[in-house]
């Protein structure tokens, strides 16, 4: 297993990034968001918890334990929501990012916050974000800001390096919320491909909707392992129609089980 403990040199002209991002399938910046930003964030995120969060409908809000309010595992389109969040995801630093990555023009999609809380985040199954976007052509990116320190023992996100370049693989049910489908198999290639990326609090990781990622459970005892991801789909990019009726679908299942 390879582990990335500080992050992937890259040099910063967007050129470098592209040709990096390309032959990986994904790439880290260290610090893309500066202490005082990191402060914002961390207070914004606090804040849209405690006073947004409450009204949001279900499909939105994803707890590890429904009973359990301090068990927060996930939140959906958080920009929708907030201005601050809007500001976050449209006509910012990162919607340029995902543009220069992907090579043209891009639209804003999802902000989700992701938490594995101590001791008691599951894992994140294997799985290619384009399985789940269902797009011609699959161009589009998935960009995951820590906002805690990330190791392996909270669960650091891993990616299989180079595995974009090998079309979409075969998904099936998961069990798992908030991340329904997963590979079919996980093979031993995978594996020794794979990365495990630590970040701390800005440091911002982005992958391809091909790439194959996961991420271990929590456990830690008392570190939570919070992040913020942002998609951007290219703007060349169409979303199959069967998209919502298979997400409708899913809700209500997850509605009539009781598990949001
Ligand atoms: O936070 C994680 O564990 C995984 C997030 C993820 O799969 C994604 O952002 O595509």
Request: glycine fraction near 8%; charge should be negative.
């Amino acid at each position: 297993m390879n582990i990335r403990t500080d992050s992937i040199q890259c040099d910063n002209e967007p050129g470098f990034q592209t040709l990096e991002f390309e032959r990986n399938g994904f790439i880290s910046f260290p610090k893309f968001l500066d202490s005082r930003e990191v402060s914002e964030l961390y207070e914004n995120v606090e804040r849209f918890k405690e006073q947004i969060v409450p009204s949001m409908p279900r499909e939105h809000v994803f707890y590890e334990d429904i009973n359990d309010c301090t068990s927060l595992k996930q939140l959906q389109q958080m920009y929708a929501y907030d201005d601050y969040f809007h500001q976050l995801m449209f006509g910012s630093k990162f919607e340029v990012l995902a543009s220069n990555l992907l090579g043209g023009d891009v639209r804003g999609v999802n902000l989700q916050y992701f938490n594995k809380p101590a001791g008691i985040g599951q894992p994140t199954p294997p799985h290619q974000d384009g399985y789940y976007f269902m797009l011609e052509p699959n161009e589009a990116v998935t960009m995951w800001l820590a906002l805690d320190d990330v190791d392996e023992e909270n669960g650091c996100v891993r990616y299989v390096t180079g595995s974009h370049k090998n079309g979409l693989q075969p998904h099936g049910a998961t069990g798992t919320l908030g991340f329904s489908k997963g590979l079919l198999e996980y093979s031993a290639d995978n594996r020794k491909n794979e990365i495990a990326c630590r970040a701390r609090p800005g440091d911002l990781l982005v992958h391809h909707a091909l790439t194959i990622h996961r991420a271990d459970g929590n456990q830690s005892r008392n570190r939570s392992r919070q992040s913020l991801g942002l998609i951007y789909y290219s703007v060349a990019a169409v979303e199959s129609r069967e998209k919502a009726i298979q997400q409708q679908a899913l809700m209500e299942k997850l509605k009539s089980a009781g598990k949001i």
